[in-house]
């Protein structure tokens, strides 16, 4: 080879080389990115139901882009460990972040209470999927200048007014002469929704409160004085209106004790890992929740295993509805905090099991409610809606 076409070759090679790195740039020029977050419990004993619902954001997120290809969605974690006094610590840095435009969460109630200052001062809007106490969209409640969301929070989930009557009503079903005894675990979420499960027990003609305003800390490791109090009273049906990790110690010491009682729990307890954690003992306990992935579509569930690597868990269905409406406002050029909460407040389209999501003035939907599951085999298995 001539050094003329030794130079041809090298100033050839050299073209390719500015031309591919111009294309790099101009391809990563075109792709938008924007930011969304989620916030619950990736950590700690909570930390299952925190890893299912972003898993069903993450699913939400990786169908869109798919469908979507000029955008990327970058996913803010925000691990609070469903505890109200982390919660206050991590939401000040994500409420001061400007690139996030949307939160999926805080998961559970107590948690989303310390963090409204912070997303209210930032006018981030928040869309929970499992945040149920009342108080967070009732504008009437004793506590509303701490716990009212508006105008920011928003939730895809029925409240606990519903839940309380729900689980009194599968909690005592068939049984002639139901003696009830109640107890929390002294959380944001449990003491009221204890309150709404007392009053409903009261209107059953065929069940009696036996004990009623017991609290456990959901930090205790030694159930012994509640379960002695159950024996005393008589009650053959109890109601915990707490969370998963400390329900799954107490039904072992419960059953240790000799009892045999109906063990009863709310959406705190509705999680696969309460039937891990509890093994044996957990079988017979009736939970109150929401519709699985797959009792919806089979179809969408096994996508989202493909997708994610593993089946979807509790609230996948509401995490993935939340995080479509963040979404379909960015498909919309909704890219500011200002312009996504008006998106979020108009919102009125079909969510994936097939009810309309339209959100009133205080952030509530007008459709959903719960539905009953049994332990049974280790599983968690839908018995149908409660209310």
Avoid: C
Wanted: hydrophobic fraction near 40%; proline fraction near 4%; aromatic fraction near 8%.
């Amino acid at each position: 080879m001539n050094k003329k076409i030794k130079a041809s070759a090298a100033i050839v090679a050299a073209l390719a080389l500015s031309l591919g790195a111009f294309a790099a740039t101009s391809a990563s020029a075109a792709t938008k990115t924007y930011t969304l977050a989620y916030q619950g419990p990736l950590s700690g004993g909570e930390a299952s139901t925190g890893t299912d619902e972003q898993n069903g954001v993450k699913y939400a997120i990786k169908v869109w882009e798919a469908a979507n290809p000029g955008i990327k969605i970058n996913l803010v974690s925000v691990d609070d460990e469903g505890d109200p006094a982390v919660a206050s610590k991590v939401a000040p840095g994500v409420g001061a972040n400007k690139k996030i435009i949307g939160l999926v969460g805080p998961a559970y109630s107590g948690a989303t209470i310390a963090s409204l200052p912070y997303y209210k001062a930032g006018n981030l809007t928040v869309i929970s999927p499992s945040a149920t106490r009342v108080s967070l969209t009732d504008p009437k409640s004793p506590t509303v200048k701490s716990d009212y969301g508006r105008p920011i929070f928003h939730r895809v989930v029925a409240t606990d007014d519903k839940q309380g009557p729900a689980l009194a009503k599968f909690a005592t079903k068939g049984i002639a002469s139901a003696k009830v005894f109640v107890f929390d675990d002294q959380s944001s979420y449990a003491v009221p929704l204890r309150g709404y499960v007392e009053a409903a027990i009261k209107k059953i003609s065929t069940a009696s409160l036996v004990g009623t305003g017991d609290s456990v800390i959901n930090t205790t490791t030694d159930y012994s004085p509640t379960i002695a109090k159950i024996k005393t009273s008589g009650a053959n049906v109890v109601i915990y209106t707490g969370y998963y990790s400390a329900a799954a110690i107490f039904i072992k010491q419960l059953r240790d004790s000799g009892s045999t009682a109906v063990f009863a729990g709310g959406d705190g307890v509705f999680n696969q890992e309460f039937a891990k954690l509890a093994g044996k003992s957990g079988e017979g306990a009736l939970l109150t929740g929401v519709a699985g992935l797959a009792d919806v579509d089979a179809t969408i569930e096994a996508d989202f295993k493909a997708k994610i690597g593993v089946s979807s868990g509790v609230y996948a269905v509401e995490s993935i509805d939340a995080a479509n409406i963040f979404l379909s406002g960015i498909k919309n050029g909704k890219t500011t905090r200002a312009a996504m909460n008006k998106w979020v407040k108009a919102y009125n389209f079909k969510g994936i099991a097939g009810a309309t999501i339209k959100f009133n003035q205080h952030g509530d939907i007008s459709e959903g409610g719960f539905a009953g599951f049994l332990v049974t085999g280790g599983k968690l298995v839908n018995k149908g809606p409660v209310a």
